[in-house]
């Protein structure tokens, strides 16, 4: 047995081992780089990419409040994806999406908003104002 061990580790010794290959991937940020928050994405797709613009809202109030109001929505920049990469970015999204929520919770939809205190009820007999 001792014999037969040491004759394997004698093949394995001359005959060379494939070595794996790696790939590194530098990442390089040119000069006119630029990183932006959007709120939202609105897009859609051909039989040949799938289109997806990131956009920011801006409310503009125009007259009484009880007429309409207008929101400016600014698209800040426009991804332009394949097939296959749109289909790369859905599962990235996805495996990130659930470590997120694994660590913090599900992300829920609704807007948190402050709830709103009643008005402060004031004594008649406290002085206001500057004195």
Same mark, same amino acid.
């Not at 800040?76 to 970015?89: G, H, M, Q, R």
């Not at 599900?106 to 908003?113: A, E, H």
């Given at each position: 047995?001792?014999?037969?061990?040491?004759?394997?580790?004698?093949?394995?010794?001359?005959?060379?081992?494939?070595?794996?290959?790696?790939?590194?991937?530098?990442?390089?940020?040119?000069?006119?780089?630029?990183?932006?928050?959007?709120?939202?994405?609105?897009?859609?797709?051909? &039989?040949?990419?799938?289109? +997806?613009?990131?956009?920011?809202?801006? @409310?503009?109030?125009?007259? %009484? #409040?009880? *007429?309409?109001?207008?929101?400016?929505?600014?698209?800040?920049?426009?991804?332009?994806?394949?097939?296959?990469?749109?289909?790369?970015?859905?599962?990235?999204?996805?495996?990130?999406?659930?470590?997120?929520?694994?660590?913090?919770? &599900?992300?829920?939809?609704? +807007?948190?908003?402050?709830?709103?205190? @009643?008005?402060?009820?004031? %004594? #008649?007999? *406290?002085?206001?104002?500057?004195?």
């Amino acid at each position: 047995m001792t014999e037969d061990v040491k004759s394997r580790e004698d093949k394995e010794s001359v005959t060379p081992k494939k070595a794996k290959k790696g790939i590194t991937i530098e990442f390089l940020k040119p000069d006119d780089f630029r990183q932006i928050y959007a709120i939202g994405a609105a897009g859609g797709h051909s &039989p040949y990419d799938f289109r +997806i613009g990131f956009y920011n809202d801006t @409310p503009k109030m125009f007259g %009484d #409040s009880s *007429e309409s109001r207008v929101i400016e929505r600014r698209v800040e920049t426009e991804v332009i994806l394949s097939p296959v990469a749109a289909l790369e970015l859905n599962r990235w999204l996805t495996q990130h999406i659930n470590e997120y929520e694994s660590v913090f919770g &599900p992300i829920s939809r609704t +807007i948190m908003r402050p709830k709103k205190e @009643p008005p402060k009820t004031v %004594d #008649s007999t *406290e002085l206001q104002g500057y004195i």
